[in-house]
């Protein structure tokens, strides 16, 4: 037989030819590294349905309300973090309402609009680069482009992803067609950065903010995805890179698609911490040991031996950060969740240490913490500054607060750096126990077989040790000049102060003083006692000549002969920077009383308690 030469068939029209579609990244989809088309977890895993979107349901029940009962709007603007959801929410609504099934809010997946959406080359659906289509020309075009109808789906859908980088020229040039859009076209905007989009353009749009994935959801997800890749991963090696993805879905997948390359088949913490840079947990409970015991010697090395074997200095102020964090946690009551302190061995130091601490020193510890991280971005000194802040940790109690030194001040101590030595012996043994009679139970009462019961009708033993009893606040005004005491019946005692101290008597009136001079009384005697304060009848007491203001024209040094300013100066080291005109220093001494405005200028606003935080009226040298 002759053999006939196959006629070639005709080749259709480029427009009837359907170009290959390539198959979606389907949730859950176990992927092989060693094939060439090898897809990472972040796309492999990328949300496909509202039902999908972890940490944003909100979001979800959002947007499917509003393609349930038709009510689409023309512009969605989503804004939040990296990696929350945004881009995949806009692909998802936007197979939503071209779905052949659709508008529905559980598209299909299947027909070829849904395939070629997830795929991202639908001619319908328009991904636009903000960064790079940023000019006005690009905004000319899209707004050209939006009058055509789509080619085979219902809607003409532009995705404009981080729009705040358009030009004010480029998002002037969309307000019209944003405004009033063809029924046909829908604009979906993502942005990072709200805050930069003009709210000319922000009035358009129905605004949706993506909040941050919880640590819980991200390790959640993370062990999920380990067991369907087949792999095997600690729980808390999950959790530090839940920790490390600071609330974005995406970075926690890239991070652990890096790990499980690294950790060959079985991710440990040990691995993570290697890979990344941080310290494992007996490091940090060293370093924390050492700073919590105040041995800044031992805070130095541990840090040292951690730079030496690899491990960042930014990494282990994140660290630290958490373990401060924790005991702030614990210190208020709240639990510490695992997503902040992964380890068992970890969270129990966390506990302990919290128990050794008050809130203060621990948020005083968290504010050196978040300075130091702080500075360290673009600091080429970040061991320096690592040590700086675990120097400044391990010496918090050495240093004074503005209470501790207003005392000093209000006690007459003249040399402030020998009233520092003193206070660096005792004085936070003293606030310490100020805080743990908070929680103590009622002091009982000392019997009167007690060795240390005190004769209730000498009035003159109970004065003296009262005073040393009440505790330093409440003592320096029991010990003001002139002040008495006496007994005026049974368990009853009376305590009387001079004119020029009537401010002092308000305080000690106050109920937490009363409670501190009542039980030490109580304690002294076995007996119930009842306190009154008098204020000494008659004029306020004179005031030494020698206190006479300084001519008009004197100079700041003759002021500061003056002794209640001479003190200022020579405990605080103040300087004397103005003198307002008609200043009168004997007014001034003659108690607030003599001045409502004065009195109002000087009352202080800390409340008064038997060992807390308060200081006699100060004066401010800037208004004097």
Not at 256 to 264: A, E, K, N, P, Y
Not at 272 to 281: C, E, K
Not at 422 to 431: H, I, P, R, V
Not at 542 to 550: E, G, Q
Request: proline residues 6%; contains cysteine.
């Amino acid at each position: 037989m002759a053999k006939t030469k196959a006629k070639p068939k005709a080749i259709p029209d480029t427009e009837d030819v359907a170009e290959p579609i390539a198959p979606p990244p389907v949730i859950d989809s176990p992927g092989s590294p060693e094939s060439p088309e090898y897809t990472v977890l972040a796309r492999r895993y990328r949300p496909q349905q509202f039902a999908d979107l972890i940490g944003q349901e909100h979001v979800a029940e959002a947007l499917t309300n509003a393609i349930t009962s038709g009510r689409i709007a023309h512009a969605y603007l989503f804004t939040g973090g990296r990696g929350v959801g945004k881009t995949s929410s806009a692909r998802i609504l936007a197979k939503a309402l071209n779905c052949i099934h659709g508008p529905t809010p559980t598209p299909c997946d299947k027909c070829d609009i849904c395939l070629s959406i997830t795929a991202g080359d639908d001619p319908d659906v328009v991904e636009i680069d903000g960064a790079s289509n940023n000019k006005v020309e690009d905004s000319r075009e899209l707004r050209q482009s939006v009058i055509f109808r789509p080619t085979r789906a219902r809607f003409k859908i532009y995705i404009i992803d981080e729009v705040h980088m358009l030009s004010n020229a480029a998002f002037n040039a969309l307000l019209k067609t944003l405004e009033e859009p063809p029924p046909h076209v829908k604009f979906i905007f993502a942005t990072t950065e709200v805050q930069k989009i003009p709210i000319t353009i922000l009035s358009r749009c129905q605004r949706f903010d993506f909040a941050a994935v919880t640590p819980k959801k991200i390790f959640e997800t993370l062990r999920h995805i380990v067991r369907k890749e087949g792999l095997q991963a600690d729980d808390d090696a999950l959790h530090i890179v839940a920790r490390r993805a600071a609330g974005s879905m995406r970075d926690s997948q890239t991070l652990l698609d890096q790990l499980l390359g690294f950790s060959d088949g079985l991710l440990t913490a040990a691995r993570v911490h290697a890979l990344l840079g941080t310290a494992g947990d007996e490091r940090i409970i060293d370093l924390a040991d050492a700073i919590l015991a105040g041995d800044a010697k031992r805070a130095i090395d541990v840090v040292s031996e951690a730079t030496e074997r690899g491990h960042l200095p930014g990494e282990l102020v994140d660290q630290l950060v958490d373990f401060w964090r924790g005991m702030m946690l614990a210190s208020v009551g709240g639990d510490v969740p695992a997503t902040t302190i992964g380890s068992e061995t970890l969270r129990s130091k966390v506990l302990a240490g919290a128990a050794g601490l008050s809130i203060d020193a621990i948020l005083a510890g968290l504010d050196v913490l978040t300075t130091a991280k702080a500075k360290l971005r673009g600091s080429q000194h970040a061991n320096v500054l690592l040590e700086v802040s675990c120097l400044r940790l391990a010496r918090l109690s050495d240093l004074l607060t503005v209470t501790q030194l207003g005392q000093f001040v209000a006690s007459g101590a003249a040399n402030i750096s020998i009233a520092a030595s003193e206070l660096t012996k005792n004085g936070q043994a003293t606030l310490q126990a100020a805080e743990a009679a908070k929680t103590k139970p009622p002091i009982e009462a000392v019997t009167a077989n007690s060795a240390d019961a005190v004769d209730a009708t000498d009035s003159e033993q109970i004065w003296a040790i009262l005073r040393q009893k009440v505790g330093p606040v409440v003592a320096a005004y029991l010990n003001s000049p002139g002040t008495i005491a006496a007994i005026s019946g049974p368990n009853a005692l009376a305590i009387r102060f001079t004119a020029e101290y009537a401010s002092a008597v308000e305080h000690v009136r106050g109920e937490r003083s009363m409670e501190s001079i009542v039980r030490e009384l109580k304690r002294m005697t076995g007996n119930d006692w009842t306190v009154r304060f008098e204020l000494a009848p008659g004029p306020s007491a004179s005031v030494s000549p020698t206190l006479a203001a300084p001519s008009a024209t004197a100079r700041p040094n003759d002021w500061l002969q003056l002794p209640f300013l001479k003190s200022a100066a020579d405990v605080l080291g103040a300087q004397l920077m103005k003198i307002e005109e008609g200043f009168d220093p004997q007014r001034l001494l003659a108690g607030p009383s003599a001045d409502p405005m004065l009195a109002s200028n000087l009352e202080p606003s800390i409340d008064m308690d038997d060992d807390a935080a308060f200081f006699p009226p100060t004066i401010d040298t800037d208004e004097v």
